[in-house]
């Protein structure tokens, strides 16, 4: 302290606590600005992506401008003495914070070259869900658990990451099934379908389609369609199934009987019920032969 | 000509009965999901014993050259697993006797817009018309047509002597308009609801009735409520109403996989609302007054997607 001092304490102290005031202004700021987007958004739904999207840019541009206020406050008040206090402390922190500086400048990047957006469902290396914030340090996922996931924004480069709507609020879900060889396919497809196109999450925009594949140990259905929000991906799927289930319970054998779950070299674990199908795989299906419902 | 599909049809009948066409008219007035169901209502039109698909075609084949009329055809679907038999059916029945017989058919928009999507609808017919919404005009005109008929003062002045209406009037006729979507039958009932009885003055001596008069009060409109302050399940509740149109609780829960007794709460909850109204035959529709708003808000949040809506895309 008394070296901060002989260095002009008190014109430090001000700097300081004019960047702090400027630091909790700007927090204050874009709080208000995140209530008032969700109220905007809870009665104009279709725009919820577009307004995200936005307030991630005013929030960056916020702290971009508050930094260089900050810097500006700091260096007037008196460059060498900030410098002084500042400088030792900060070798040893970058060293030790690398990781950290590395996920700002990816947060840099992400604002500017847009993999993905707020609302996106994306997968980050084993994480997968809906992106929440985007912060310079890290991007938060909600999980289809409802978890909250924080990705350092580093993890986003060196991983890659994909987005399963690419900005849009309405997405393709693809729903598998496998039964037993033995089933009738245009039943099987037709009921599928109906499932499909009768769910109330179903977008009726989009076409739906039901791809059928014959691999070894059963027939594989996929029934890709689209919801109007991505938020309804998991809903739609447990609905579809749910239903096509119930209709399709009368049929005996409709599953596979002589393979197990998790058998060495199965593609998938067999039985009944649906999954989702992450991005990778959707890119497989568009090899297969598409059937027209 | 704006609104009525029905009227349209007959409009449509008559000028072929008048060209010595043979016409038969028929009206889904139910839901009739089974192909079954819409085969007996086929014999029924046709004079015929109920039978199996080659009964139908036959009996039309025999007619010789004949013009179908079918009316409310979107009921012949029901938005659920199983529910579109009776759509297959007679979809099957027109391909098969196109040489044979001449079809006009009627749906509700919002059942046509997905029809079309999902099963591709459009194909099966060679043309089609969209009745487009009354204009003020024709809805002014319309009304004043129908005060002539009934014994109350109420004709909306009109000074100027060109069968419209006096400048202070034509507010209210914009907003009946804009209340009914433009729809003449939900612009009616909507004047009529709008309508209070008060009793003739007792200025009459002998007893006489004398000519009563009627105050118009416009109804509070739903669009003035929050609808995005509705649960999800009433949402999904209005957005299958709107496609599939009138539905009982049972059918509702059918149709949004929920237990009977929420479908009933849910219908409960928005007739209270002023969203819905008992049709009396047992099922729930949208109130009149709620048409407009109701679509706006389904399409904007996309749980129904009609093109050319307003808050669509």
Redesign the interface.
């Known amino acids: 302290m008394e070296a901060l001092r002989a260095l002009g304490g008190s014109e430090i102290i001000t700097a300081l606590g004019q960047s702090l005031a400027v630091i909790l202004a700007t927090a204050l700021l874009i709080k208000l600005i995140h209530i008032a987007a969700e109220q905007y958004i809870?009665?104009?739904?279709?725009r919820a992506i577009v307004v995200r999207n936005r307030v991630e840019l005013v929030k960056v541009l916020l702290y971009l401008f508050t930094g260089f206020v900050v810097i500006r406050l700091l260096l007037a008040a008196r460059a060498d003495a900030v410098l002084a206090v500042v400088g030792g402390g900060a070798v040893v922190a970058g060293l030790a914070a690398r990781e950290l500086l590395a996920n700002i400048f990816a947060g840099v990047f992400i604002f500017f070259e847009r993999p993905f957006s707020v609302g996106d469902r994306i997968q980050v290396g084993p994480y997968y869900g809906e992106v929440d914030n985007i912060s310079l340090r890290a991007t938060t996922l909600v999980t289809p658990e409802d978890s909250r996931v924080s990705v350092p924004n580093s993890m986003v480069f060196s991983e890659g990451s994909l987005s399963a709507n690419a900005g849009d609020?309405?997405a393709m879900v693809v729903i598998e099934f496998y039964f037993a060889h033995s089933i009738d396919i245009s039943e099987i497809r037709q009921?599928l379908w109906?499932?499909a196109?009768?769910s109330?999450y179903f977008?009726?925009?989009r076409?739906?389609e039901i791809l059928v594949e014959e691999t070894p140990v059963a027939t594989a259905f996929y029934v890709r369609a689209f919801v109007?929000?991505i938020r309804q991906e998991f809903p739609f799927a447990a609905?579809v199934t749910?239903?096509?289930k119930?209709?399709l319970k009368g049929i005996d054998p409709l599953y596979p009987e002589d393979v197990w779950a998790g058998a060495p070299g199965l593609p998938f674990s067999v039985g009944s019920g649906s999954s989702r199908r992450s991005p990778q795989g959707r890119n497989r299906l568009d090899s297969q032969r598409i059937l027209e419902p | 000509m704006g609104g009525g599909k029905t009227s349209f049809l007959e409009a449509v009948g008559q000028g072929l009965r008048k060209a010595n066409h043979q016409v038969l008219y028929m009206d889904i007035k139910e839901k009739r999901e089974t192909g079954g169901e819409i085969l007996s209502e086929l014999a029924r039109a046709l004079e015929v014993e109920s039978g199996p698909r080659g009964t139908v075609l036959d009996a039309i084949r025999r007619r010789g050259p004949v013009s179908i009329m079918v009316d409310d055809c979107h009921n012949m679907f029901l938005?659920?697993?199983?529910?579109?038999g009776g759509l297959r059916a007679f979809l099957d029945i027109m391909i098969h006797t196109q040489n044979d017989a001449f079809w006009v058919t009627t749906w509700a928009d919002t059942s046509w817009?997905?029809l079309a999507?999902?099963f591709s609808l459009d194909t099966y017919f060679s043309h089609r018309v969209a009745l487009s919404p009354a204009t003020v005009e024709e809805l002014t005109s319309l009304i004043k047509d129908e005060l002539r008929g009934i014994p109350y003062d109420v004709n909306p002045p009109d000074r100027n002597g060109n069968g419209g209406v006096d400048d202070d009037w034509v507010p209210f006729f914009r907003r009946l308009r804009e209340e009914s979507a433009g729809n003449v039958t939900a612009a009616l009932k909507t004047w009529l609801a709008s309508c209070s009885h008060e009793p003739a003055p007792s200025t009459h001596k002998g007893g006489g009735l004398g000519r009563a008069s009627i105050e118009v009060k416009m109804p509070a409109a739903p669009k003035d409520q929050d609808l995005?302050k509705l649960p999800a399940e009433e949402v999904?509740g209005l957005?299958?109403i709107v496609q599939n149109g009138p539905l009982s609780s049972g059918q509702l829960a059918a149709?949004?996989?929920v237990q009977e007794d929420t479908a009933q709460v849910i219908l409960t909850n928005l007739t209270r609302y002023g969203l819905l109204r008992d049709t009396g035959a047992g099922g729930y529709t949208i109130s009149v007054t709620a048409q407009q708003p109701v679509r706006s808000f389904l399409v904007?949040?996309?749980?129904v997607?009609v093109p050319g809506i307003k808050g669509g895309?």
């Open positions: 809870s009665r104009f739904t279709a609020l309405e009921v109906e499932a196109v009768t109330k977008y009726a925009k076409p739906v109007a929000d609905d749910a239903r096509a119930e209709r | 938005r659920r697993v199983g529910g579109f817009a997905f999507q999902i995005t999904f957005a299958a149709v949004t996989n904007s949040r996309r749980s997607y895309e």
